[in-house]
C-alpha cells in the first residue's frame, strides 16, 4: 500500500512539474515595423524583375522560429501581450552568379511597453544571417524562407544564451506593448534597408 501511495503521489509530483513548466514558457510579442511592409526589395537578376516581401516572410517564418524553441508567441495586430516585445528587421539581397539568398534578420528586444521606448535603446539587438542557394525562376520562397530559417536560428541561440535576456524575460510580468508597437511603425527606418 505504501508503494503505490509513493508512486502515485510521484506521478503527481512528475505531471505537476511537467504542467507547471508548460505554463512558464517565455511571452514574446514579434513585430516587422509597418515600412518593410510598404517597401518590397528587388531582388537583383539581369532578365527577372522579382519584387520580395521580406516583412510577411520574416513575420511568419520568426513567429514560427520562436514557437519551435518554446516561446509562446503574438503578433502587434494579435493582442500584444507579452514579456517582451522583439522587433524584426528582415533584409534580403540575392546574388544571380552564385545563386544565393542572403538574409539578415536583425532584432531589436524591448522590455518596457512605453511608447517612449520606441525612443530610446532597446534593451538588446541582435543580428544572425542566412543564406539558401536558390534561383529565381523556381520556388523563391522556399529558398528565402531557409535562409530566414537560419537567420532566426542565430537570433534565437544568442537570445537564449544572453543572461541580460534571459533574466529580463523570467522577471518580468506579462503586459500589452501595443502603444509600443504603434510608436515603432511611425518612426522612419533607415533608408539601407530599402
Known sequence: ???????????FCLGW????????????VIQVP????QHPVRLLHPYINYWHNRAEAAESTGLS??????????????EAKGQALVVI???MFYNPQTGVFYSEITAKVYNTPGADSALGKP???VKGEGQSRGWLTY?????THQSYQQA?????QQLQKSPVFQHSVEQAPVQTYQALCNSINTLSQPKAFF
Not at 509597418?34 to 511592409?37: D, L, M, P, S, W
Not at 520556388?139 to 529558398?143: A, F, L
Not at 532566426?152 to 534565437?156: G, H, Y
Open 139 to 143: 520556388n523563391v520562397e522556399y529558398s
Open 1 to 11: 500500500m505504501k508503494r503505490i501511495l509513493v508512486s502515485l503521489s510521484s506521478i
Open 34 to 37: 509597418e515600412a518593410f511592409y
Open 123 to 125: 534593451l538588446m539587438t
Open 17 to 28: 512539474l511537467s504542467l507547471s513548466h508548460a505554463e512558464t514558457q517565455p511571452a514574446l
Open 65 to 78: 522560429s520562436f514557437q519551435a524553441q518554446h516561446f509562446a508567441t503574438t503578433s502587434c495586430e494579435a
Open 152 to 156: 532566426f536560428d542565430l537570433v534565437i
Open 89 to 91: 528587421e528582415p533584409n
